[in-house]
Structure formats: C-alpha cells, structure tokens
C-alpha cells in the first residue's frame, strides 16, 4: 500500500469513528435553531440544553470519539472564523474616544473579574473565565479563553456553566438595558454605545439595539465588534501567561503554544476583512459557517457535561459573573456621562 493509499484509509477510518457523535452535535444545533427561529429563545442556550440532556452519548458507545471533536477542534474553528467579523472602517464610526472608553471596559472588567474572583476564594481560571465572557462577547469568548486555560477536572463544568450564566443575564440585559436607557436620557448613539459595550452576546446586542432605532442598532452592533475584536489579543495574553505558569510548574503538562493557531486565524480573516478583501457575501457565508460550527460545539459540550456538575459551582460563582456584569455596566455609563 503506497503512503497516499494509507492515508487515504486513516481518513475514512477517522471519518468512520467521527462520523456519529458529529451527526447528533449538528442535529442537536438544527433542533436549537429550529426553536430559537419559532419561538424566539437563544439558539446557543437551547443548544446547551438539548445537548446536556443526551450527556450519556459522551459517555460510551460510537458517538464518544465525536462528541469530542466537535467540542474541541471544531469550537476553535468557529472561534477563528469570527475574525471575518472585524472591519477597522467600521469600528473608526465611533470616534476615538468611545472606542478607547469600550477597549478600556473590557481590560478593566477582566482585572476586576480576577481581583473579585480572589475576594470570592474563587480559582483564577473560574474567575477569567467568567471576567472574560462577560467583558468581550459571552459563549464564544468563554469558548476561546477556555481553550488556552489549563484543563482541571472542573474545566468543562465551569464552561457550560458560563455559558449558560451569561445567556441568561444578556437575555435579561436585552429586555432591561433599553429601558434602563430610556430612564437615564441617553441619546441614539450613546445607548447604543451602552447597549454594544455591555451586553454578553451579538445576537442580544442586535435584538436591543435595533428594538429601539436603525441608528442605535448600528452603533451597538459597532461597539460589540470592537470588543469583539478584543478576542485575539486577551486570548494570546492569556496564552502568554499560562505558558509561562505552566512552564515553572509541569504538573499542568506539556506547554501551552505561544500563539494558538485559532488564534492568529482569527487576526488573519480581521486583517484581510479590513483591508477590504472579502466581499459583503463571503463575510456573511464565512459569519454563517462560524456561528454554526460554535452551535455544534456547544451542543457537543453540553452533551459532555452533566447538569448536576454544573450545579456544583456554587452560589457564589452566581453572584461574582452578576457582579462582573454590573461592574461592566456601570463603567461604561460613567465612561459615557464623562465623555458626553
């Protein structure tokens, strides 16, 4: 058998292995979309729950090697293509000064997370996970700093458990932010200053936005992709750091890489996006791919996690990712009341 023909044959063989699991992930993602199409609830936390429900398929049985891949490799891909998203043009609408007060609330959100997250005697993991999800863009961002974390026996557990805390909150911050908004005063374009730079989720952001105006819609949807593109460089800071801690202490394993390659795809598709290189239609067909390939590995993730070990976390992560919410909000209103 020459190599070709090998390879060919360790393919299929992968394929044949992978092939089960990946097809209940993406039915689990087509059934949560199908729900979140008809009857309006969050795609990503349907697939969550759909996907804890079916928890044995990760157990045993053919779907295990698939289950796996989907909630590993693929989340990376999706995360990576998220840099198609980012488009330097659009972010400069803001003005210098909203854009600083946005990238400011996002570092300082983070410190504050890991600084409150000591005060709650929580793991420092936990707590940039948490601080990280709710400062840059919710599930996928929980996806992405997961991913270069060291892995503990908790990893999984406190990654549904993110997920699920910051969809529930940035369901409750659309209905309640442009109320609260409307209370305060704020003009089109600072509330949808606010509403980008506070809630979790893009899809969220949208919802709110344009429930109020065309203008606040679009420069809320501006300011979730400057946090949005905040993504790569926390995520390689992190990486920095974890391969420095665990370089001094090999009981975390092997290294993590410097650079993830999901990573530097992410920088790749923002700097070829900026520079006015991909169409209007391929960004949204490349948007469509990433958003669901990150509802499959969701649903893949909710199926290797167990409710009750989510339920392990304890009230006091609840209040310290609601703290971290509030704190978030908080800042960017007085970012804005200074600035106007």
Not at 61 to 74: I, K, N, Y
Not at 181 to 201: A, C, K, P, Y
């Amino acid at each position: 058998m020459s190599f070709a023909q090998q390879k060919i044959a360790e393919t299929k063989e992968n394929v044949k292995k992978l092939f089960p699991g990946l097809l209940v992930a993406v039915l689990v993602a087509i059934t949560a979309q199908f729900i979140a199409d008809h009857y309006g609830a969050p795609a990503m936390l349907m697939a969550l729950l759909l996907g804890i429900a079916l928890h044995f398929l990760s157990e045993e049985g053919p779907t295990v090697e698939g289950v796996q891949f989907a909630g590993s490799s693929l989340l990376r891909i999706g995360v990576c293509l998220l840099g198609a998203r980012i488009n330097v043009e659009l972010i400069s609408m803001l003005g210098f000064n909203f854009v600083m007060l946005i990238i400011a609330g996002v570092v300082i959100t983070i410190l504050f997370g890991w600084l409150i997250g000591l005060l709650f005697g929580a793991d420092w993991r936990f707590a940039v996970l948490t601080a990280g999800s709710v400062a840059i863009c919710g599930a996928s961002a929980a996806i992405a700093i997961s991913a270069v974390l060291p892995k503990t026996k908790g990893s999984e557990r406190n990654l549904i458990f993110t997920i699920l805390s910051v969809t529930v909150l940035s369901t409750i911050a659309m209905i309640g932010y442009p109320i609260l908004t409307r209370f305060i005063g704020l003009d089109e374009i600072t509330t949808g200053v606010f509403i980008g730079g506070t809630i979790h989720d893009v899809a969220q952001v949208v919802g709110a936005g344009f429930s109020i105006s065309e203008e606040t819609g679009e420069f809320a949807t501006v300011s979730k992709l400057i946090r949005v593109s905040m993504l790569a460089p926390i995520v390689l800071i992190l990486s920095i750091i974890v391969r420095l801690k665990t370089g001094s202490d090999q009981s975390h394993g092997k290294k993590a890489p410097l650079i993830p390659l999901f990573v530097l795809g992410f920088l790749a598709l923002a700097a070829i996006n900026s520079m006015g290189l991909l169409s209007h239609e391929v960004v949204e067909f490349i948007n469509s791919i990433s958003r669901w390939a990150l509802l499959v590995a969701i649903a893949a993730i909710g199926m290797k996690t167990s409710l009750k070990r989510v339920m392990d976390v304890g009230s006091s992560a609840i209040i310290l990712i609601v703290t971290e919410t509030v704190f978030l909000a908080i800042f960017i209103l007085i970012g804005i009341g200074y600035l106007s």
